[in-house]
Each structure stands twice: as C-alpha cells, then as structure tokens.
C-alpha cells in the first residue's frame, strides 16, 4: 500500500508541476496577479507530495518490503538502519527521485521566503522551476519507477553494492545533488528574467545567495566524494581525472565563474548578458553531468544499470533545456542594456580574467571528457584521456589564475592601481620566496614543488593582506581597526576566507601529489617495511565475520625512531551476496599527513601483498575545500545577502560602500 | 581609453586565453591519448613495439602466474587472439580468470608490459570496450555466458553502483613518488 501511495503522490506532484509551470506564465503574458499568485502555493504543495513520495520509498526501505523491486535489488534485510536508508538513493531510480526531491525543496524555499522579489518575478522563476521539475517528474514516472512491484516478491533483497555500504554514501551524494539541482536557481532567475526581459543589479543581488548555496555544497559534495574515494578504493588516490567527476567539477568551475560574475553585475550592473548566459551554461553543465552519469554512456562505477531508453529521455531533457534555454537567450539578450564602463585594471577586469581562465579551463575538462565520446561516435577509434591530458591543460591555465586571486580584492572598482596593488601585496611575495627557500632547503624534490607551495603561501598571505588594509592593521591605532573588524561586511570576510582556503587546498596538493612515498609488497607475520620515516611491523592476521561479510585482517604496529606509536588493522571484506571484495584502508594522521595501509590479495604462500603510503599534508586539501566553504558560509550570511532579509531602506542602499 | 578600446582589449584578451587554452588541448591530445585495442587489434593492425596502449578483453582461464615479489603474467585473450600481459603490483579486487580487464602499458615483443591494470567494483562487470571487441570476434555470446553463468545465476540486468568512488585502478610498484 505504501509504495502506491508513494507513486501516487509523484503523480500529484507531477500535475501541481504542470500547473506550477503554465499558470504563472500565463499570468505574467497578461499581467494578471492572481494567476501569477498560484505558483507559491502549487511550489510549496509538489514539495509536500514528493516529500511524501520520497518518505514513503523510505519507509519501503526501511522495512525491507522486498516486493518493491527497487527494495529487492538493493536492500538487505541484514543491513544496518543506517545503509537501508542510504540505500533509497544508492541507486537509479531513488537518486532520480532525491534529485526532484532537492529541486522541490528549492522551489519550495523561494515560495516561502523570497518575500521582497516582484511578483512577476517570483512567478515566473517557479514557474521556470515546475518546467525543469515536470521534465524529471516524467522521466521518472516513465522511465525509471521507483516503486514498481514484483510479481514473486524474493525472500532476502540483493543486498546494497558493498562499496557503498559505508558512510560516505549518507553525505556524498545528497550534497552533490544540492550543488548541482541548486544552479537549477540560477538557470530559473536567469530564464526567468529573459521573459520578463527586465534585468538590474537588484536581479544579481536577489540570485546571489542561491548561486552561493548551491557553490557551497557543490564543493562540499565534491570534496567528500574524493575523501570517500581517498580511503574506500584502497590505493590512496584522491582525485582520478574520471568523467564523472569531471562532470561535477565542470558546473563548479562555471558555478564559481558565476558567482563573481554576478558581483560584477550587483555592484557594477556590468556584464549582464554574461552574467545571464553563465547562469544558462552553469546548469546546463549539471544537467550534462547527469546525463552523463545516468545515460551509461559512460562505464563508471557511478552509472547504473543502462536502459537506452532511459539515455535516450535524458538526452531529450538536455536538448530541450540546453536548446531552449540558449534560443531565449539568443532572442532575448540584445534588448538587455549595456552596464557600465570599466578599465581593464580594475576589479571588474580582475573578476573577468577570472571567469576568463574559469570558463576557459572548464572548457578543457569539457573536451577533455567529451573527446572521446565524440570520437568513438564518429570514427569508431576508442581512446582514452586520462589524467596527463587534464594534468597538461587544467594545471597550466590554474596557475595564472592562482597568482591572480590575491591581486583581485586589492584592486578597487571601474580603475584600479597594479603597481600600488603589488606593492602591497609585498609581504605576501616575500612569504611565498621564503616559503619557496624553506621548501628548496628542507624537502628537495622536484621542482615544482617549492614553486606550488610558494603559490599557496602568496594565495594565503594575499587573502590575509587584504583583510588587514581593509581594516587597516597597523597602520591605524588598534581601536579603530577593531571598529572597522566589526564594520566589515561579512562578504569581505567570506571572500578572504575562501581564497585563503583555495591556497590551503593549493599546499595539500602540491604535498600530497610532490612528497607521496609509496611501498607496495608482500608480507608475512613478522616482516617489518619501511615507509618514509615510519616502521610498519606486520603483527598477525585475523580471519573475522562482519554481519553480511568475512572479513580478514591485518594488525600492523607501526614505529618511528624505534618508538612504537601506533597499531593499524587494514582489512579485506568479502560480500557473499554480491560475490565481491572491498578494501578498507587503515588511516594514521601525523600532523596534517597520513600515513595509509591497504591490503591486496592473500597469496598461496600466506603472505599478504601490502600497499602502504606516506602521505604529508594530504589532509590540506580537504581542509581547503572545507574552508572555502566556510568562506561561502560568511559571504551568504552577509546582510545583504540573506534570503529573507527585508528590504533595505533607500538611504542604506546609498550609503553602501561599494565592496 | 574609449568604450571601443575597452571592448577591444577586452576580447583580444579573451581570444589569447583562448589560443592558448587550444595550443595546450592540441599538445595534450598530441601526448597523451591512448588508443584501446583487443588482442585482434593488435595482431591485424600490426602494432609496432613501443606503442603505448590499453589491451582489452577476457583474462583467459588458468593463465595467471604469480611470480616473486608480485610480479604476474596473465593472458588477455578476444577469443580469436592472445596477447601476455605483465604486471608488477596489486591487482584490482575484481580481477579474476574469465573476467573482463582492461591493462594499460607499452607493447615490447613479448606482449604488454602493463603500468595499470583496471577492473571495476561490480561482478557483472564487461568493460564496453571489451564488450565491443568481442562480440566483432563473435564470442561474444559463448565466453560470456560461459564465463558469467557460473558465477550469477540470477537472469537480471546489471546493476551497477551508485554514486560513489570510481573503477578500481591497480598502480604498479615501480612507479615509485607520484601518483597524481
């Protein structure tokens, strides 16, 4: 009974998203309020109704009804509560319905609290949000349903894939799905506007905050899926150039290209059609990385089972939404009028050579991962692109846009001043050459080494700089730099704080990628490898039973300098029901390094192949996303900013410094 | 400066950006690409020695040697050719005889001499590639069904997991430091 109620509850939602979509529409073409006036409560019932729709998947879940054949194939009655949950979008049909889930519950917040938007506006963003909604409703219902039954309902479910049975898959994917049908907002705003076909810097003010949130947890969801990645896969990569994570980076280096584009437009009303067309180009992109995900034409651990038909209705989404969009925008933007004027020196230029080398470097990653593609369509040639090609145009096109970020927040608005800009980012310089000396002095290596941690440190040091001349560090008697602290809007906060995140996440990397030691064989009870500065004593080995695997360990003890300070127990579990293996690493941190044990196979002669790494300031890069986000955190909670923050009076607006 | 010198610099700016963003894609491709052949390929094609390449296709039954220190040869066969893959390192969970398997490596005489070796987190799993390959060789229906009937008995298509961490990759021993 529940399932039904679940598939009838899509339904509705299906017809409220219809309505959601037409009506306001209608009421916008003929200046009827009233009609425009139906899209806030039809927005806020679809997400009751695929709320219960997705609350009762759950409950189908969670008691293991394995007459659902959704259930059956990826439920195990002897799973923890915690991966039966997990297991409703460990798979097609459920994540599609998280993904309308997350698209309702966006919908649903702007009915709710965006209370200072015009009304046509408002109408007209949720109504563009119930087109993209009724698309998805369809693919599902069509396609892809969660509740379908089985005839002969199985005794036990096949269990959930064993790599997913893990934590990760609790927070990896709801953030992600946040961050990508999150520029969904965006791309609405943006649509929405071409409509009406008015645009100003009140638009970029009001779509600001969504741009943030879905930045936020986009980065937030991509950052835990390398985590989960670092330590499931068992070989101590973090990022692996795949298509499908490449098909989440792409809408985040669009999104984040947006994000200071529309600063432009809400300080400066310039690059409005920009501005309009990156918010297109940024969900166009997610939509991309969902079709690329989910059509399997791709083989990825993260494409499901492939149903042409179900490539096929996406790729019809795709075009009608990419295709549609982009006509809009071709017919609509001329009429927008022209922004302000600027130098090329100056912040706006800085934030355009931003989305220059942003939109430029997704442009890589775009090829990069469609190339292939393309290629087999056309000739039949299959070749693969993997991490030298993104290695060889990703990382040449960062690094310019690296030494510029501190230069950006320092310039000042419509002309800036390069060299009073350098001269105070003197100290920023001489950390990064001090930096770079220590780094030659103390590691060696490579390279490229010294010169990345010298950038990290001037991306650091630049972010701090400009903190401290906006509040006016020592320069000014304490007081009022501690006045002008507490005056500073928290966007200007925000931005320092991400930045400096990206120079932390800059040092991880550079750490991990420069300073990896590697030792990779075979050991028996006894043996002692040497990693690094490190001793890795092989103790014994466990044979244990797990509730749906065996699994067998390994204790190692490790020392250094003689000094036992540590034991680790890696592990290799074996899942009956699914007749497959997964490794589960042993992590020791030292510092902000990690020190990482995995197993390989069980040889006949009983030893056991070890695979163990050194790996120093790995956990920075995870730190730095973590702290971008922060960032992100502050800017959104800026006053000006905030959702449902009334509206500025008049004399505020004006007295506003122009940050 | 006028409102067309602006705009001027402006895209000049961008258009060098983008010259150079072509210049490094065109290079990449240039270096980095590597072409996947079945055993097929690679005996028809005439393949010289010293190419870089991706081998595909089955890992024939009872061709595994282990040897010291992780060393391991194995067969890689299409059905209607064999070519010997060698391997120092860990293999991926998955590997298994009359599985699916996709090596990367230089082709000597001998055979492959592997850098990587890659399966996938799933039993069911048939790269694409390898798929492809052999059904042109024909074997598609019998080695598979041979060689996945045994193992799964249940008729149902594959599914494969969800979001989450991508293909298993085996890194080999020898290539030391850098892993990124």
Known sequence: MIPELGHYALVLALALALAQAIVPLVGVRTGDAALIAVAKPTALAQFLFVGLSFAALTASYVVSDFSVENVAANSHSAMPLVYKITSVWGNHEGSMLLWVLILALFGALLAAFARNLPAALHGAILAVQAIVATAFYLFILLTSNPFARLAQPPLEGRDLNPILQDIGLAIHPPLLYVGYVGFSMAFSFAAAALLIGRIDAAWARWVRPWILVAWIFLTLGIAMGSYWAYYELGWGGWWFWDPVENASLMPWLAGTALLHSALVMEKREALKVWTILLAILTFSLSLIGTFLVRSGVLTSVHSFATDPARGVFILMILVLFIGGSLTLFAWRAPMLRQGGLFAPVSREGSLVFNNLFLTTACATVFVGTLYPLALEALTGAKISVGAPFFNMTFGPLMVPLLIAVPFGPLLAWKRGDLLGVAQRLMAASGAAILALVVTIAVAGGPVLAPLGIGLGVFVIVGAATDLAERIALFRAPAGTTLRRAAGLPRSAWGTAVAHAGLGVMLLGIVGESQWNIERITAMKAGDVATVGRYELAFDGLDQREGGNYRELVVRFSVREGGVRIATLAPSKRAFTHRDMATTEAALMRHGVGQLYVSLGDLNPDGSVAVRAYDKPLVLLIWIGTLVMAIGGGLSLSDRRLRVGAPRPSKARLAAQPAE | ?180
């Open chain 2, 1 to 180: 400066m006028t409102r067309k010198q602006r705009r001027f610099a402006l895209i000049a700016g961008g258009v060098a950006v983008l010259a150079v963003a072509v210049g490094l894609v065109l290079n990449a491709l240039n270096d980095s690409i590597v072409f996947f052949n079945s055993p097929t390929d690679v005996v028809e094609k005439k393949v010289q020695p010293g190419t870089r390449l991706r081998i595909g296709g089955l890992v024939a039954p009872g061709s595994v040697e282990r040897g010291e220190n992780l060393a391991v040869r194995f067969q890689v066969t299409d059905g209607a050719n064999t070519i010997t893959v060698a391997y120092k390192g860990i293999l991926p969970d998955l590997f298994r005889e009359g599985q699916g398997v996709i090596a990367e490596g230089v082709l000597d005489t001998a055979g492959v001499k592997a850098d990587s070796v890659l399966a996938k987190h799933d039993e069911k799993y048939m790269p694409r590639e390898v798929a492809d390959a052999l059904k042109k060789q024909g074997h598609w229906q019998s080695d598979y069904d041979k060689g996945q009937g045994a193992a799964t008995p249940a008729s149902t298509p594959a599914q494969a997991p969800a979001p989450g961490p991508q293909s298993s990759v085996a890194k080999p021993a020898s290539t030391g430091a850098a892993t990124q």
